[in-house]
Nanobody
Framework: QVRLVESGGGLVQPGGSLRLSCAAS????????IGWFRQAPGKERECVAA????????YYDDSVKGRFTVSRDNAKNTVYLQMNSLRPVDTAVYYC?????????????????WGQGTQVTVSS
């Protein structure tokens, strides 16, 4: 059974940092692209970062470029999202998702497997 589990969310002050983890079970991640998405209340789910199967190519939305870093450790079957200089507008539920191909896209519909999400709240 394919399962993705996010962890690492929480409450952080503006300017703070969090590292999200996406751990896979039931299969190995190393052939597949992973996307990180977020959804704020009343807004559509959006892709903020993505990484290809090997980690050699990454994508960042303009809103997080220079602040977020996506990485993967295929030996640990885990993908990470390091989030620095967090802002209140980053508040959302964050999801990791697997696309059953080597290369990523930004489209929600291209990802077949999703984690349950982890809440990130940036507030003073």
């Amino acid at each position: 059974q394919v399962r993705l589990v996010e962890s690492g969310g929480g409450l952080v002050q503006p300017g703070g940092s969090l590292r999200l983890s996406c751990a896979a079970s039931g299969f190995t991640l190393d052939n597949y692209a992973i996307g990180w998405f977020r959804q704020a209340p009343g807004k559509e789910r959006e892709c903020v970062a993505a990484i290809n199967w090997s980690g050699s190519s990454t994508y960042y939305d303009d809103s997080v470029k220079g602040r977020f870093t996506v990485s993967r450790d295929n030996a640990k079957n885990t993908v990470y999202l390091q989030m620095n200089s967090l802002r209140p507008v980053d508040t959302a539920v964050y999801y990791c998702a697997l696309r059953p191909f080597a290369f990523y896209t930004r489209r929600v519909d291209d990802y077949d497997y999703w984690g349950q999400g982890t809440q990130v709240t940036v507030s003073s």
